[in-house]
């Protein structure tokens, strides 16, 4: 098995390698932002702890003076008044656990790691089914590319694991005869 000592160096990679890794590197990098996002949101959370959702919410609609009744301002009171009903500690818990997991898998990817890319194939090809219902029921451009840009991760992933086992397979050592 070859070591990182034996692995050709930069610079003399292949344009296609080159190309490769760099798409690995977007991935990667794309899934440390959505880690560091998570991480964002869950300290916004904790800053909501010992305050009235539900009045910050109706605050900021009566200060940029929106209709109430109004499709987004009813979806912020709806969300309001459930994340005053939630138990904060296990929103958290799973926020902390989503952003622990794609830094992990960020930092898998970008070192090419073989365990990072079955993470992200696996956690990829479960969002496919809630993306594409999505798309059934809210069909648009955003949603439409969302699942695609889901579908090529997935794909990509799964072709560099097939292409890691094949190579293994064909640089095998036979066994030696008895």
């Not at 500690?89 to 656990?97: D, M, P």
């Amino acid at each position: 098995m070859p070591t990182h000592a034996d692995a050709p160096s930069p610079a003399a990679a292949t344009p296609r390698a080159r190309r490769q890794r760099g798409a690995l590197h977007a991935i990667a990098v794309f899934e440390g932002v959505k880690g560091v996002a998570a991480l964002a949101a869950s300290f916004g959370m904790l800053e909501l702890v010992h305050h009235d959702v539900r009045h910050l919410a109706v605050a900021l609609i009566g200060h940029y003076a929106w209709d109430p009744a109004g499709r987004y301002p009813a979806l912020l009171l709806h969300y309001a008044d459930a994340l005053q009903d939630a138990n904060l500690r296990n929103l958290l818990l799973v926020a902390w656990g989503y952003a622990a997991i794609r830094l992990a898998e960020g930092y898998g990817l970008w070192r090419d790691r073989v365990w990072a890319e079955w993470l992200a194939a696996l956690s990829g090809a479960l969002y496919v089914p809630f993306e594409a219902q999505h798309l059934w029921h809210r069909p648009n451009l955003i949603n439409a590319l969302v699942l695609a840009g889901n579908l090529c991760v997935v794909a990509y992933m799964v072709w560099r694991l097939w292409k890691r086992h094949r190579d293994r397979r064909v640089f095998a050592v036979p066994p030696a005869a008895g």
